[in-house]
Structures are given as structure tokens and as C-alpha cells.
């Protein structure tokens, strides 16, 4: 089974984008009206507007104001503390089964890893560890919902959407 981004924007959706800087590289910030929609990860601000332009199609992106400059700043603060929880509205765009896995990766306490049996066990399909892994590279909010927290079966690092390096440095962070 392969995963799918959904497109969930409805046509003429307005998507507000900041960008800036931490300590993992670049990061943008999409909020949608429902709140953030996208907080991507990466070391090129350019490719980071490709992959929400590829993630929101029908949307329009434009630049965002103050509001959003506000919550790419709360986003930095939660990347720098990931122990802290996401205290910003969310607005995750996926299947279903994808927003399952996503919402049980936001019950791993800051941490803590799950290796992708684990999750597919928690959500009552224990044959779907290739499937949890397949969500997890779909998910367009890095850190927020924690894709970083699972691991091999062995404990040992596996892919990661923003790169293994920043997997790496974020558990070590949180192991800290």
C-alpha cells in the first residue's frame, strides 16, 4: 500500500508562509485559516517552497504578516525545546490512516522512540510497520506530530523525511 498525499485544500485556499533559521537549518511555516498546515525542514528555503507548492496545489501561497511571523517564532522556541508540546493550533492534511499514525506519534513523550511495529501495533494492524513508515515521510509538520520518535526494531536510526542527521541530532537533544 502506497501513501498519498492528500490534498485536502480546497480551491482558493490562502496559505501564508514565513521562513527562517534554527538550529536544524532552514524551516518554513504554512498556516492555513485552520492553523499550521506545513512546518518543513531542510538547508534551501527554495526547496522547501517547491515541497509546499507540491503538497498545496490548489492553494494560493503568499507572505505572510505578522501573525505568522509570530508563529514561525513559537515554531523556533518548539524546535528548540521539543519537551515543551505544541501549544499552536494544528492543521494536518493526510489520509486517514496517516492522521491515525500521526496522532499516535503525538503520544510519544519527548524522549522516547517507538519503533514503526510498535505504532502499527498501538493502532491494531500489526502487519502495517512498512505503511507507519510510508506516513511518516507524508508528514508535512515536522517535530509537531514527531515522526523522529520511531525507529528500527533494533532501536537503530532509520530514514527520516528531513534527513537522518537532523533525526539523530533531535533524539540526542531530547535524550539530553
Known amino acids: 500500500m502506497t501513501s498519498a498525499i492528500m490534498h485536502a485544500d480546497i480551491s482558493g485556499e490562502t496559505i501564508r508562509v514565513a521562513t527562517g533559521r534554527c538550529w536544524l537549518g532552514a524551516v518554513l511555516v504554512a498556516v492555513s485559516d485552520k ?6 525542514l531542510g538547508d534551501d528555503p527554495q526547496v522547501l517552497a517547491n515541497d509546499l507548492a507540491r503538497r498545496f496545489p490548489d492553494a494560493t501561497v503568499m507572505a ?5 511571523a509570530q508563529q514561525l517564532a513559537q515554531v523556533s522556541r518548539f524546535v528548540e525545546a521539543p519537551a515543551l508540546g505544541v501549544d ?3 492543521d494536518p492534511r493526510g489520509t486517514p490512516f496517516e492522521q491515525r499514525v500521526w496522532r499516535a506519534l503525538m503520544a ?16 491494531g494492524e500489526p502487519r502495517m510497520a512498512r505503511e507507519v ?5 507524508a508528514n ?20 527520516y ?3 537522518v542527521r537532523r533525526k539523530r541530532a533531535l533524539l540526542q537533544r531530547e535524550a539530553a
Not at 109 to 119: E, H, M, N, Q
Not at 133 to 137: H, L, P, V
Not at 140 to 159: E, F, N, Q, T, Y
Open 140 to 159: 508535512a509538520l515536522a517535530i509537531a506530530v514527531p515522526c523522529h520518535r520511531v525507529v528500527k526494531a533494533d532501536g537503530g536510526i532509520s530514514g
Open 88 to 90: 499552536f493550533p494544528l
Open 35 to 40: 492553523g499550521i498546515c506545513a512546518i518543513l
Open 64 to 68: 505572510g504578516d505578522e501573525g505568522v
Open 161 to 163: 523525511r528531513w534527513g
Open 108 to 123: 510519544i513523550p519527548a524522549g522516547s522512540t517507538a519503533s514503526y511495529g510498535d505504532i502499527a501495533r498501538r493502532l
Open 133 to 137: 513508515g510510508e506516513a511518516c515521510a
